[in-house]
């Protein structure tokens, strides 16, 4: 019986050490490797490792569990300067789980992919208070799910800054996307083909704030009620904005409870240049908390097929058309208190012949308009 219990204690005690997160500490300033620490980590247990200094190392987190990497201030992953693996990103993180990437930098050149690369089905993956500067930023792919939490990006080479691909599900709270002042074409969010759901971001300068293709979606959802700030802001100082908001090919933009600001956005020359552009075969639903304001192309344009569904929505003082609908399209506006805001545009409401604006009773201030299809109510007269 003694021996029994005995034997007992010793499994017990060997599965608490098991258990019992590993911590270690990576100095990479004094020439050590955060991958050869990695490489001596159980993937399967939990595991918290310290970073510090500048670890200029291709990082792979492939098959991981419960990991943390915690960067202490100035610490650092850099892009060696030759790749002979053909390494796509800085920080590889590939068919992980519970993994936390909090207080690092991930600088990247314009000669890789991006800075940060999360696939291979990954899941309840958070990068906190993380900076990357270079090529593309964080790129989400193959159905993973990822969190991204006072995430700073800024691009100077590829095209998207937060990108979500393969079904892929990003929630994005209090971001800030940047660019320099090239004559590079950027997007500060790509979600084609994957979801996105965000709130608190700042989107600046980029020649589309948000692009959302390939059955996409971008859904603005107050869901992190721990942090106050949660309007999305889509902004265009240096003018090089031509499109806040582009959905297309059969994509959704979902506006709920966080309010979309787009000020000063598309081009003088207008056609679809727009604050928001709904196209082939896309939808719009907004309700109060789109706010479009000053536009230098198009307020909103719905062209190709697509819809646009407005409640309490303002579109205000741009240089072209407030709310535009062409190429066998619809927008319909439903009553709200108070009404959609219409108004100071150069053309308010305009339609095609094939096209048709709802709900006109639910719109206010709309003074010029070219719309011979604009019903006052929700539909035509019904039997």
Same mark, same amino acid.
């Given at each position: 019986m003694h021996r029994m219990c005995a034997l007992l204690t010793v499994l017990f005690a060997a599965s608490w050490v098991a258990a019992s997160p590993a911590s270690l500490t990576v100095d990479c300033g004094a020439g050590q490797s955060l991958n050869a620490t990695l490489a001596k980590i159980n993937k399967s247990a939990p595991a918290t490792v310290t970073v510090k200094g500048t670890c200029t190392e291709f990082v792979q987190v492939d098959g991981f569990s419960d990991l943390t990497l915690n960067g202490v201030?100035?610490?650092?992953?850099?892009?060696?300067?030759?790749?002979?693996? *053909?390494?796509?990103?800085?920080? *590889?993180?590939?068919?992980?789980?519970?993994?936390? %990437?909090?207080?690092?930098?991930?600088?990247?050149?314009?000669?890789?992919?991006?800075?940060?690369?999360?696939?291979?089905?990954?899941?309840?993956?958070?990068?906190?208070?993380?900076?990357?500067?270079?090529?593309?930023?964080?790129?989400?792919?193959?159905?993973?799910?990822?969190?991204?939490?006072?995430?700073?990006?800024?691009?100077t080479s590829g095209f998207g800054a937060i990108s979500a691909f393969d079904k892929s599900d990003v929630h994005i709270v209090n971001g800030l996307i940047e660019r320099p002042a090239d004559s590079n074409f950027y997007a500060g969010i790509f979600a084609s083909s994957g979801h996105v759901t965000m709130q608190g971001t700042v989107i600046r300068d980029?020649?589309?704030?948000?692009?959302?293709?390939?059955?996409?979606?971008?859904?603005?959802?107050?869901?992190?009620?721990? %942090?106050?700030?949660?309007?999305?802001?889509?902004?265009?100082?240096?003018?090089?904005?031509?499109?806040?908001?582009?959905?297309?090919?059969?994509?959704?933009?979902?506006?709920?409870?966080?309010?979309?600001?787009?000020?000063?956005?598309?081009?003088?020359?207008?056609?679809?240049?727009?604050? %928001?552009?709904?196209?082939?075969?896309?939808?719009?639903?907004?309700g109060p908390n789109l706010i479009v304001s000053g536009s230098q192309g198009q307020g909103v344009i719905v062209a190709n097929n697509s819809h646009a569904a407005l409640a309490g929505s303002s579109i205000t003082g741009g240089a072209h058309g407030g709310l535009v609908v062409v190429n066998l399209s619809t927008a319909g506006v439903t009553a709200s208190s108070p009404l959609t805001v219409i108004s100071g545009n150069a053309v308010d409401l305009f339609c095609d012949s094939k096209s048709q604006i709802a709900g006109g009773a639910n719109i206010a201030n709309a003074t010029s308009v070219q719309c011979t299809n604009l019903l006052s109510g929700d539909y035509e007269a019904l039997p």
């Open positions: 201030p100035g610490a650092a992953l850099q892009q060696p300067a030759s790749n002979p693996q *053909s390494n796509s990103y800085v920080l *590889s993180i590939h068919g992980s789980h519970s993994i936390v %990437v909090s207080g690092l930098a991930v600088n990247s050149l314009s000669t890789i992919y991006s800075g940060i690369g999360i696939g291979g089905g990954s899941n309840d993956v958070r990068l906190e208070n993380v900076t990357t500067d270079g090529s593309w930023g964080v790129v989400v792919y193959e159905a993973s799910q990822v969190w991204l939490v006072n995430v700073t990006v800024n691009i980029m020649q589309q704030g948000i692009s959302i293709g390939a059955s996409g979606s971008v859904d603005l959802v107050y869901f992190d009620s721990s %942090v106050a700030a949660h309007d999305v802001i889509i902004n265009n100082p240096a003018g090089t904005n031509i499109d806040g908001v582009v959905v297309s090919d059969g994509s959704s933009l979902n506006v709920s409870s966080v309010k979309l600001r787009i000020a000063h956005a598309g081009q003088s020359y207008g056609s679809d240049s727009a604050a %928001v552009f709904v196209t082939d075969g896309s939808t719009m639903n907004v």
